[in-house]
């Protein structure tokens, strides 16, 4: 697995701002429209919403944000490794940095959405392997039987 170098960043650099673009046509690719849950670049630079990206070397391996829910829980925002590192360890480099805030910032709870159809099922196994299982809808995600909810205890 290489060592990626991951910083907070600005989702609108053109790099990152391509791979959010790709991000965001995949899932609507994927989902229904009314269930594609990403958020824009825009909205990733608020200030509940803490967006990092992950280098290898100069090139953009992989990006992912931290929402803040409440002083105690988090959502995994915006996780996308590019095309050319899937399966190179760079979604899990940035999954592993995000985890690694979320108890930094003192969070005991974090959680995501993700999609039940089969395009997203590498995702979910990531998730898994990092601790993360089905949970209850949270937030927006109420009552949605496209998404299945994730969360782990931290």
């Known amino acids: 697995m290489a060592d990626y170098r991951i910083t907070a960043d600005d989702p609108l650099r053109p790099e990152i701002a391509a ?8 899932m609507h ?6 269930k594609v849950h ?8 608020e200030a509940d919403v803490t967006f990092f990206s992950a280098w290898d070397g100069d090139t953009l391996a992989a990006v992912g944000a931290l929402k ?14 590019a095309p050319e590192y899937r399966g190179k360890g760079a979604g899990q480099a940035i999954l592993l940095h995000l985890i690694a805030e979320a108890r930094r910032r003192g969070y005991t709870w974090l959680g995501l959405e993700t999609g039940r159809p089969e395009p997203f099922q590498p995702a979910a196994a990531l998730y898994r392997k990092h601790g993360f299982s089905e949970c209850a809808d949270f937030g927006d ?14």
């Open 38 to 45: 990403a958020m824009p670049a825009e909205r990733l630079r």
């Open 19 to 26: 791979l959010l673009d790709l991000h965001l046509a995949e």
């Open 68 to 81: 803040e829910l409440g002083p105690a829980r988090g959502e995994l925002k915006s996780m996308r490794a």
């Open 29 to 34: 690719r994927w989902s229904p429209a009314c």
């Open 141 to 154: 995600y109420l009552g949605d039987e496209f998404s299945v909810c994730m969360s782990r205890s931290l």
